[in-house]
Structures are given as C-alpha cells and as structure tokens.
C-alpha cells in the first residue's frame, strides 16, 4: 500500500493502554505507538466495511451552480443513492425530472440562493429546504 500523504491526529489515552501498548512495542510487536495506533484503525474500519459500503449519501457542497439532469438523477436512484446538496447560489433541476424521481433520489437538502426546477419538484424542493 503506499501512501502519499498522511495526516496527523491527537489522541488522548489513559495510563493503563499506553503501558499495554508500550509492552507490545517493546515485546516487538509492533515497531512503534503509532505503527499499533494505525494498525488498530485498519481492523476497526475493515471490520465497519459493509456498513461503511452501505453509506450511500453523496455530499454536494458549493459556491456557484449545480445542476443535475434526469441521467444523473437515475443513476443514483439505480445506485440506491441519496444526494445531501448544500449549495450557496443555484440549484438547476432539468425540465425531464419528475416530483417522484426528485424525491427517490435527493436526501438533505439546504440552499442559499435560487432553485430552477420543474414546478412540482420546485415547490417540493422549496418545502425541504424549509421554504414556502
């Protein structure tokens, strides 16, 4: 596996688990604190792999214009996707998408700014976005 960048992160542990994990560092069990701290990240994440492959919500966040079209609204719905959308500007639904197809697909949804949409799913947008 290679790596290109890694990210650090701090962590607080009680005497009792670092004491553990320096007796398997110095047992050689382990090179390091940190080789058994990521080691022990990698068997709790492999171990949440369904769930993790479950999570099917894509996040939009954006400054500008989204705009999604009947295709891609589709694919999701195939996908069993949700689309969480945060978006500061405008969010275009093309003419060919349906209310049903709107609501199968799109999950959170919050917008600062305009919505060009179909008249139904407009108005439907509009009531999950918290607006009359």
């Known amino acids: 596996?290679?790596?290109?960048?890694?990210?650090?992160?701090?962590?607080?542990?009680?005497?009792?688990?670092?004491?553990?994990?320096?007796?398997?560092?110095?047992?050689?069990?382990?090179?390091?604190?940190?080789?058994?701290?990521?080691?022990?990240?990698?068997?709790?994440l492999d171990s949440h792999s369904e769930e993790i492959k479950e999570f099917k919500h894509t996040k939009y966040f954006a400054f500008g214009v989204i705009a999604f079209d009947r295709d891609r609204l589709v694919q999701a719905k195939e996908e069993n996707a949700?689309?969480?959308?945060?978006?500061?500007?405008?969010?275009?639904?093309?003419?060919?998408?349906?209310?049903?197809?709107?609501e199968e697909t799109f999950g959170s949804i919050r917008i600062f700014g305009i919505i060009r949409a179909p008249e139904p799913v407009k108005k439907w947008l509009m009531e999950m976005n918290g607006k009359k």
């Open 82 to 102: 949700k689309l969480d959308i945060k978006i500061v500007g405008a969010l275009i639904v093309s003419n060919d998408v349906t209310k049903e197809l709107a």
């Open 1 to 44: 596996m290679i790596i290109s960048e890694l990210e650090k992160i701090t962590i607080n542990l009680g005497p009792m688990d670092l004491g553990q994990i320096d007796l398997l560092v110095d047992q050689g069990f382990y090179t390091t604190r940190s080789d058994f701290i990521r080691i022990a990240i990698r068997r709790q």
